[in-house]
């Protein structure tokens, strides 16, 4: 029986065949061929952004010095307007709208920030003027958030130089209100102003 058995096997092993070359390439590869002359294209840095920033920011400032002769401090509208470390000077001229912070386009300055933008905008919005008054803003300290809020400020103070009636509106939304809130210092002994190191019993 076991000698049967063995032939048996024998028999079928040798009716099978296997194939001594197997496909070096994979069923799914993908060639590239790359000839001498194929050129990749090199990457070129435009400074054409730049130049046209450069030229844009030159022709505010010409227009700044054209509106304001004699600087900020000569301007009978004007307002100052503080929050953190941040000090803005608005000036308001009868004009189309435009908001021009450091010789630069607000939305620029800004960054596109449409929550400090809304600051800038929400003291001329609240009284009806957003297409009646030019604002030219030099500002400068702390970051671009407590620059906007004192931008908004600096606005409002103005506009009550336009009239003493804004008054009441612009103190409705509290626009005039100086916000003192400052960053608390650090105390010795804590991490910040408040945190704690991490208290181990043992």
């Not at 000569?74 to 100052?80: E, P």
């Not at 607000?106 to 905008?121: D, R």
């Not at 803003?137 to 103070?157: C, D, E, M, N, T």
């Amino acid at each position: 029986m076991a000698t049967q058995a063995i032939s048996a096997l024998t028999s079928s092993f040798s009716s099978l065949s296997f194939s001594s070359q197997i496909s070096k390439k994979p069923a799914h590869s993908v060639s590239f061929s790359f000839s001498k002359s194929t050129r990749f294209p090199s990457l070129v840095v435009a400074s054409s952004a730049v130049a046209d920033s450069d030229v844009e920011t030159e022709d505010l400032k010409k227009l700044v010095k054209s509106r304001l002769p004699g600087g900020f401090a000569a301007q009978t509208i004007i307002g100052t307007g503080r929050r953190k470390c941040a000090i803005a000077r608005v000036v308001l001229q009868e004009g189309s709208g435009k908001i021009i912070i450091n010789y630069r386009d607000a939305k620029e300055y800004l960054q596109g920030n449409p929550l400090w933008l809304q600051y800038v905008k929400t003291p001329l919005a609240t009284l009806g003027y957003e297409n009646s008054y030019d604002v030219f803003v030099k500002a400068h300290g702390g970051g671009l958030s407590g620059q906007a809020q004192a931008v908004s400020l600096g606005i409002a103070r103005a506009l009550l130089k336009v009239s003493d009636s804004h008054r009441t509106p612009l103190k409705q939304e509290g626009l005039l209100t100086r916000d003192s809130r400052v960053v608390e210092r650090k105390k010795p002994g804590l991490r910040k102003a408040r945190k704690r190191p991490q208290y181990s019993k043992r």
